[in-house]
């Protein structure tokens, strides 16, 4: 659990980062949004203490990190940052190793890691172990940066716009990779953007800030449903609103009984996607499956609308 | 390199190579540009000698260079000897500046004549390009793998020793092998205070007036330059290789 306490930060006279307090639960997602020059970054450098408060202070498990040296404060703390930092004069093997090989782990039990996490992001461990950054495609650097961070096995993994630097399609895939991997390892994360969606799609609670302060921190729907100020109301766009809702859900939750005619949806997807594979196809329902592809029942038209209005009131 | 590129170095290799230990075998080539009979080949000494000592003392000087310009780049790129950049920077532009002759003249009173005063004309003399090539190096590793790194709990140390230095290395050989291929050269006047080198064959041509003798000291020098360059050219590429980069990034 990381604990933010009062944190504050000024370089001369500008207040970068004023009286900022969140709690991130254990195994949580907990992203920072807003738009650039409202502090973010600031305030995910003063958790691992890359910029050290003026006030205020930070717990991890209840533990005042001021109380750890600096570097090994560090070591136990994942950092990937908008395009990644990977050492250009090291392997892709060589990277991955380098916080355990700061701690002095011997080189078998660094091999066995480094290969175990090249199968956990898909690289194939014999065509990229011995690759050099410059090698590898963005996703390719983008999964190699991820991977070096979760080397030691931190607890926190702070993100800095981690896929800032990949074009859309890539993205998408690399957000859903890191949630699969985030809810097979339980790691916390506390990860920085700009980007609404990326928030909406990551965060199990949303940070908004603006010009230092922190406006609200809710779970997304709230963030919708209740936005604190008008800003908060702008940054999530009012006219994209429903929609967002709809992708905080899954078929599951507006799923009727019966059955319909057409390729069923999985009971995982969100209505969002539901509710767009039904307008395209020109359909009033669609049967929906299990994760086996057993029909399970139908999702309507009238059914996600009625849900959609339901969540807003 | 071309397969072509190589089989002319290694040829001239053994060009130098013969010519050094067995420079009569060579008399017919020199013989057309004496007169009066004078000797086609140097015979006050062995080729092979001050071959040894002059690239002994470059090679002790460019040393001695680089040990004092990477510390002093390294120390003012660090937050505690930032402010001394500047004066790092002016000192050395003199080292530069000041004529390898004005320093030999002034460094003969206070030292002696031999190899010493040479030693301190070449020593400042290359300075310069590897305290330049230090610093474009190390400011040039990008501020993200440095964040990166520290990030990942490297203390100042381990960012110098693994990741600085490492990125650096190729642009600090560039600057080694310019001021080597400098010293080369100018360690010929250090023969006019009689420290032992190949300048010893150019002068003594000069006041016999003997070309054949200026030349054999002018061609040893220049292909001892040639090889060296190559070598360290080679032995630089290694190194940007295991950076990762493209060998044609590396000029």
């Keep these: ?313 | 390199m071309s397969a072509r590129a190589v089989i002319l170095r290694i040829a001239a290799l053994l060009l130098l190579v013969a010519f050094v230990t067995a420079p009569q075998l060579f008399a017919f080539a020199f013989a057309p540009l004496t007169a009066n009979n004078a000797p086609a080949i140097y015979n006050q000494g062995s080729l092979l000698a001050l071959t040894l000592s002059h690239l002994r003392i470059v090679v002790l000087a460019t040393l001695a260079s680089t040990i004092l310009a990477v510390a002093l780049g390294i120390f003012v790129t660090r937050p505690a000897g930032r402010e001394f950049l500047p004066l790092s920077r002016s000192l050395v532009n003199i080292g530069q500046t000041f004529p390898p002759i004005a320093v030999l003249a002034i460094a003969v009173p206070l030292v002696g004549f031999g190899e010493k005063p040479t030693f301190i004309a070449l020593f400042l003399y290359g300075l310069l390009p590897i305290f330049e090539n230090t610093l474009a190096g190390l400011t040039e590793v990008s501020p993200r793998t440095l964040d990166a790194a520290r990030g990942m709990g490297m203390n100042a140390r381990q960012r110098l020793w693994q990741v600085e230095l490492p990125l650096a290395l190729p642009v600090i050989l560039a600057g080694i092998r310019l001021s080597v291929i400098i010293s080369l050269g100018t360690a010929t006047i250090g023969s006019t205070v009689a420290a032992k080198g190949l300048g010893e064959v150019i002068i003594a041509g000069l006041q016999s007036n003997n070309v054949a003798f200026i030349l054999q000291g002018g061609l040893v020098v220049a292909l001892l330059a040639v090889l060296i360059h190559d070598g360290l050219g080679l032995a630089e590429r290694a190194a940007a290789r295991r950076l990762g980069r493209p060998l044609d990034e590396i000029a």
């Design chain 1, 1 to 313: 659990m990381i604990e933010i306490e009062h944190l504050s930060k000024r370089y001369g006279d500008t207040i970068v980062v004023d009286d900022v307090s969140f709690t991130v639960g254990e195994g949580e997602i907990a992203v920072v949004v807003g738009t650039s020059g409202a502090g973010k970054s600031t305030l995910l450098r003063m958790i691992n203490r890359l910029v050290a408060p003026d006030a205020g202070r930070v717990l991890i498990d209840g533990q005042d990190t001021t109380t750890v040296p600096e570097d090994e404060l560090r070591h136990r703390i994942g950092y990937v940052i908008q395009g990644y930092g990977l050492f250009p004069h090291r392997t892709v093997a060589e990277n991955i190793g380098t916080v355990p090989r700061l701690l002095g782990w011997d080189r078998r039990r660094i091999a066995a890691r480094v290969e175990e996490l090249l199968d956990l992001f898909q690289l194939e461990p014999s065509e990229f172990a011995q690759k050099f950054p410059h090698q590898l495609s963005g996703g390719q650097q983008q999964r190699v940066g991820v991977a070096r961070a979760l080397a030691a096995k931190p607890a926190l993994l702070l993100m800095d716009e981690p896929f800032g630097s990949l074009d859309p399609v890539i993205r998408g895939k690399a957000q859903d990779d890191l949630l699969t991997i985030q809810r097979r390892l339980g790691t916390t994360i506390v990860l920085v953007t700009h980007d609404m969606n990326e928030a909406f799609h990551l965060g199990d609670r949303i940070a908004v800030m603006d010009q230092a302060r922190l406006l609200q921190y809710a779970k997304p729907a709230d963030l919708l449903t209740h936005p604190a100020e008008a800003f908060v109301e702008q940054l999530v766009g009012t006219a994209e609103r429903p929609f967002r809702l709809l992708s905080l859900v899954t078929v599951k939750d507006a799923m009727e009984p019966g059955s319909a005619e057409g390729e069923p949806i999985i009971v995982t997807a969100t209505l969002r996607d539901a509710l767009a594979r039904l307008i395209w196809r020109g359909l009033p329902a669609l049967p929906v499956a299990d994760a086996s592809g057993a029909p399970i029942g139908r999702i309507s038209v009238d059914g996600i609308l009625k849900h959609g209005r339901a969540s807003l009131s």
